[in-house]
């Protein structure tokens, strides 16, 4: 089969891979119909490299059964599928580790994702347990499907959370998290949705996600137009997704009295904080929640069967986020456009399609 492999900082190679094979009778082989790329793909390539050398990548993908092991019992050949890409102790033949006794497999001391020491998703086939494998509604497409990993991984992180109806939700950094972080916000029952990036192009989308505000740090003060949407309360929660260590540091003063703030972004350096934001932790008496993966017990988690169901009776729109549709053999090229990309170029959601657009 074709696949991209990821050698070394910017190495990144569409050719020839092995084909998985069954190797437990719990497992399934699934065609891969979409996959796409994650921010910390980007950062992967960018920055850190692979975890092994020329190992297939990716992790966000849906496909079709076409095989499965014999003590497979409720995946059947032919089902189409979100794939869960997360792998715990039970999946790599080690001794239960202390988390994952208490199903909190987020948390597991072992846990790993495919495309990181285990074949990815970027490619013409995948093997996964059957236990990874979220069936698709008919009437949810490929791409949806593919995308519901990013999103758990969203809703894991407001789970961490109080949020509640009628709350004000500030999300910093509108980049895929970003935009999903004000999808589910809405979808929460937040009222008043603040967006702050430093690209009017991500700002436009994400009014177009839901935000009902929105602030380009680059041209605005931007905790005095918190303060001035919300009549100096500032914000109930408080969602850093840019994964930036400037922003890492300044969310803490965008969170009202009593309010939280929750990390989804990945800054990969060290965060420098200021006595005025790291006073208001203390002064305000802020909740501070750290948020890590897509799953939960029971497994994958509720997070994805909810995340299903919303795009099955029609809540969510995933979409249009999209911007790029492309053949899987243009990988390098695109991951290296995105890499030394203009501050006016915009990405939204890259898709992959192994097969032909």
């Avoid at 988390?99 to 093997?127: D, P, Q």
């Avoid at 200021?274 to 890590?292: H, M, N, Q, T």
């Avoid at 995105?338 to 959601?349: A, Q």
Wanted: proline letters at 4%.
């Amino acid at each position: 089969m074709r696949a991209l492999k990821l050698y070394g900082k910017q190495d990144l190679r569409y050719e020839e891979a092995e084909k998985p094979q069954l190797k437990k009778p719990t497992d399934v082989l699934i065609r891969v119909k979409a996959v796409g790329i994650c921010g910390s793909d980007l950062s992967r390539y960018k920055k850190l490299g692979p975890y092994v050398s020329g190992m297939v990548w990716g992790h966000e993908f849906s496909g079709e059964v076409i095989e499965i092991g014999e003590q497979v019992k409720h995946v059947s050949i032919g089902d189409r599928v979100a794939g869960a890409p997360c792998l715990t102790c039970a999946d790599l033949d080690v001794e239960e580790c202390y988390y994952c006794k208490k199903s909190e497999f987020a948390r597991c001391e072992n846990l790993t994702v495919i495309g990181a020491r285990h074949g990815g998703a970027y490619a013409e086939y995948i093997r996964l347990p059957e236990k990874n494998c979220v069936p698709i509604p008919d009437s949810v497409d490929y791409e949806s499907a593919a995308m519901i990993e990013p999103s758990a991984v969203v809703v894991h992180g407001y789970y961490h959370t109080n949020i509640t109806a009628g709350d004000t939700v500030v999300v910093v950094g509108c980049g895929n998290i970003g935009l999903l972080s004000i999808k589910f916000a809405k979808i929460f029952g937040a009222t008043k949705i603040i967006a702050v990036d430093i690209a009017d192009e991500a700002l436009k989308m994400a009014e177009e996600a839901g935000a009902s505000h929105t602030i380009n740090s680059l041209k605005e003060e931007t905790l005095e137009r918190i303060a001035a949407y919300t009549g100096g309360l500032m914000s109930d929660i408080v969602v850093e997704s840019a994964g930036s260590p400037i922003t890492s540091a300044q969310v803490f003063a965008y969170a009202k009295k009593g309010g939280g703030v929750v990390f989804m972004g990945i800054p990969y350096a060290d965060i420098m904080i200021e006595r005025f934001y790291f006073e208001k932790i203390v002064r305000s008496e802020l909740k501070v929640w750290g948020a890590w993966s897509c799953v939960s017990a029971p497994f994958p988690g509720k997070e994805w069967l909810t995340i299903m169901s919303l795009l099955e009776n029609g809540q969510l729109e995933l979409k249009s986020m999209i911007t790029h549709r492309l053949k899987l053999s243009e990988g390098p090229e695109i991951f290296d456009t995105v890499t030394h990309k203009k501050p006016e170029d915009n990405f939204g959601k890259i898709m992959f399609f192994p097969e032909e657009v």
